[in-house]
Nanobody, 122 residues
């Protein structure tokens, strides 16, 4: 089992940037995939980005070119750099671990953080 703690959310104006962090503990971090998902009120959980243990990155269509996922296997942390933020990016952002198979879907993940709120004002 992996314990995950997200941080870095907040309120930002449209066009601004935020960097989310997710600190992991409990297993060898470098051996598993990591993902970011988001959920807005009344909507389903949406895939944002994922990074496999070998560094391969995947992105949701709505964030391609604006968001970047990265991982630091020394600090056991995964990051989500979010640029050119839009009001539609407003959501609760979740970090997930142990992704295998289709890592663009929530069911691929065993462990989830509590989420960090991102609010983008127009």
């Amino acid at each position: 089992q992996v314990q995950l703690v997200e941080s870095g959310g907040g309120l930002v104006q449209a066009g601004g940037s935020l960097r989310l962090s997710c600190a992991a503990s409990g297993r060898t971090f470098s051996s598993y995939g990591m993902g970011w998902f988001r959920q807005a009120p009344g909507k389903e959980r949406e895939f944002v980005a994922a990074i496999r243990w070998n560094g391969i990155r995947l992105y949701g269509e709505s964030v391609k070119g604006r968001f970047t996922i990265s991982r630091d296997n020394v600090r056991n942390t995964v990051y989500l750099q979010m640029n050119s933020l839009k009001p539609e990016d407003t959501a609760l952002y979740y970090c997930a671990a142990s992704g295998a198979g289709d890592i663009t879907t929530p069911r691929a993940y065993d462990d989830w953080g509590q989420g960090t709120q991102v609010t983008v004002s127009s």
